[in-house]
């Protein structure tokens, strides 16, 4: 890459780093709709500064009802587009830091949405404003975009396509490098049952805000006493997986802890609820509790659900329930399959209330897998630009993660985590490393560079 360019990043890191936490400190969780902000007064809030921070660096910028914004460098007709989100999880659990105090330590900004997607958004911004600054001319014009409801539904892609002309390529740094061309099928359910009137009486629990997160923490209220507690202490020495059980007047709360993470990605991780659901099952629950401790349990590959399969261009089907709660009577989850591109997803969805009987199965997600060819301009230009700046051999990839690449013709997720970095996306503790981001911002504007200058 021009040195004029290289020498322009390296300037912006310390701007970079107090930009990121301006917008880190913002907690940009999805709230109740308000005029002007679909998605809750935080994310409209985070919209509002992210388009002040492409005013000040000179780019055309429009927002759209609250639902999203973009920024555009050039004027010509064609255009690539960078699709980013500013919307984050919930902070969740078992936090050190404070989620949203964007804390500098050791060369890490601690903090929600550092790295899922604030800080690769900010790196692409800083990247485009490099190639203004420096003057270079364009054949393609480039627009960032930046949604609010990416951790949802995506209503704010919904509505830009409506009111805005999408570009047909582009990439979003919302994953991983090398690159990811290939993104497995999607398909969501709410779960509907009605507690049953025998067996073991759960009365309160409550667990999980969004089904895409593995949960890391399960608390759940049963009638008992202390002869029901020990047998929870039995049961987690029978198995070596952690639960604690405290007696009160109530009842006895038992705890379930596990290991949280991203749905898509449950390697290494592990269930609170799938640990709460078998631990029930043993002490006697019976119904749609019993039925799920059976055909979900700890289990991440769909397997006793009858939806186990795989492909050798994207792998294996994933599958986590996120949510499980109980309100007047009645319980609702989530299940959330990650589908391989060659999945049968209406058979799928089939197995799946075949298997859960008892259980209501609402289509809440249905989204198609996504693929752009390993040859294609895009993929071996963005290749070229992370080999060149990283120095690490580049390869296209799959996930079963869902990013906006999948509302391009020709997307593809392009950073920004580096191989052998751990995956933090939905984790507490949250992170990104400011000397990843300068590289990763390098990266984008090699990348731009090669698609776009004239």
Same mark, same amino acid.
């Given at each position: ?6 020498a322009l990043?390296?300037?912006?890191r310390?701007?970079f780093?107090?930009?990121l ?19 809750g007064?935080e ?9 002040e ?5 000179g ?5 759209f009802?609250?639902?999203a914004?973009?920024m ?7 255009k ?5 989100h500013?919307?984050?999880v ?8 404070d989620?949203?105090g ?10 929600r949405?550092?790295?899922d997607?604030?800080?690769?958004s900010?790196?692409a ?14 054949k ?9 409801d ?25 994953a ?10 999607m398909?969501?359910f ?10 073991l009486q759960v ?9 895409n ?20 202490a039995a ?23 596990g ?12 269930? !609170?609820i799938?640990m709460?659901?078998?631990? =029930? @099952?043993?002490?006697?629950a019976?119904? $749609?509790?019993? &039925?799920? *401790? ?14 186990a399969?795989?492909?050798e ?9 996120g ?9 609702t989850?989530?299940l ?9 997803q ?13 259980i ?6 249905q989204?198609?897998p ?13 290749? !070229? ?6 120095? =690490? @051999?580049?390869?296209?990839l799959?996930? $079963?993660?869902? &990013?906006? *690449?999948k ?16 995956e933090?996306?939905?984790?507490a ?11 990763a ?8 560079l090669r698609?776009?200058?004239?």
């Open positions: 890459m021009d040195q004029k360019i290289s990043l390296d300037s912006y310390e701007e780093v107090r930009t936490q301006a917008w880190v400190r913002v907690p940009s969780v999805k709230g109740k709709a308000e005029p002007g902000a679909p998605f007064k994310i409209a809030r985070m919209m509002d500064l992210a388009v921070t492409g005013r000040k660096m780019f055309e910028t429009r927002t009802d609250g639902y914004c973009d555009t460098l050039g004027d010509a007709e064609e690539i587009a960078v699709l980013g500013l919307d984050v919930p902070v969740g659990d078992g936090w050190k830091k989620p949203f964007a804390e500098v330590e050791n060369g890490r900004l601690y903090g949405g550092s790295s997607d604030k800080g690769p900010l790196a911004l800083f990247a485009m404003r490099a190639l203004k600054e420096a003057g270079v001319p364009l393609r014009s480039i627009r960032l975009i930046l949604g609010g990416e951790e949802c539904d995506w209503q704010c892609m919904a509505y830009y396509t409506k009111h805005a002309e999408m570009p047909e390529m582009g990439f979003s740094p919302d991983s490098f090398p690159l990811i061309n290939t993104e497995k099928g398909l969501g709410e779960l509907r049952f009605p507690a049953a009137a025998e067996g009365l309160e629990m409550a667990t999980g805000e969004r089904p997160v593995i949960a890391g923490e399960c608390r759940a209220l049963l009638a008992g006493d202390q002869a029901l507690a020990d047998r929870v049961f987690a020495e029978k198995t070596g997986l952690d639960y604690r059980a405290d007696v009160t007047e109530a009842g006895v709360w038992v705890t379930a802890r290991i949280a993470g991203h749905s898509a990605y449950p390697e290494g991780k592990r269930s !609170a799938g709460m659901l078998v631990l =029930l @099952k043993e002490l006697g019976k119904g $749609g509790l019993a &039925t799920l *401790a059976e055909a979900v349990g700890l289990e991440s590959d769909g397997r006793s659900l009858g939806c399969c795989a492909d261009v994207s792998g294996a089907l994933t599958n986590n329930m949510i499980l709660r109980l309100e007047n009577g009645e319980w989850g989530t959330d399959f990650r589908c391989p591109v060659t999945a049968d209406e058979k799928l969805k089939a197995e799946a209330a075949a298997h859960l009987p008892g209501q199965l609402r289509l809440t997600t989204k198609p996504h693929h752009v060819p390993a040859d294609s301009e895009l993929v071996t230009g963005l290749l !070229a630009a992370y080999e060149e700046e990283s120095g =690490l @051999k580049g390869e296209a799959s996930t $079963g993660g869902g &990013t906006y *690449a509302v391009l013709k020709q997307g593809v997720a392009f950073g920004a985590v580096f191989p052998g970095e751990e933090l996306a939905h984790l503790n949250e992170y990104e490393s400011i000397d990843n981001m300068m590289l911002m390098k990266i984008y504007a090699n990348a731009l698609l776009c200058a004239g």
